[in-house]
């Protein structure tokens, strides 16, 4: 069930998917509603070509994730997923060397420790 709240605009979220970025009212969305808003008002069953990838911190290390089909941000979170059962790589980085690697589909991640943030083609 979703509440309506008294949200200001900055404090809205919005999806990037495809390459597009797509504002979503998360006052009155639930998570379901606006990955579907975002799929919907792209390029319909096109296949996914821009990929996004978030660099954020975590204790003394840093981790990559790449290869994701979108990015959700809401309330200070950013959601980050892919879509039909595909992985995204997790890379942790400690002095600058990957020193672990994990495959996951969904990745939850605090939007103050984000430290990067790219779209790139699969081109």
């Known amino acids: 069930m979703t509440q ?3 949200v200001k605009k900055e404090d ?4 990037i998917y495809q ?3 797509i504002p979503v009212d998360t006052a009155s969305t639930n998570f379901e509603d606006a990955l579907k808003t975002a799929f919907f008002q792209s390029n319909g069953n096109n296949a996914v070509s821009e990929r996004v990838a978030v660099q954020f911190t975590c204790g003394a290390c840093c981790k990559r994730i790449s290869e994701a089909d979108f990015a959700l941000q809401i309330n200070g979170i950013l959601l980050v997923g892919t879509l039909n059962n595909k992985c995204m790589l997790v890379e942790t980085l ?3 060397k990957v020193v672990d690697k994990e495959l996951t589909t ?5 939007l103050d420790r984000v430290c990067a943030f790219e779209l790139y083609s699969d081109h």
Do not use: D, P, Y
């Open 12 to 15: 809205q979220g919005f999806v």
């Open 106 to 110: 969904f990745a939850i991640v605090a």
């Open 19 to 21: 390459g597009k970025t």
């Open 4 to 6: 309506n709240l008294n």
């Open 94 to 96: 400690c002095e600058g």
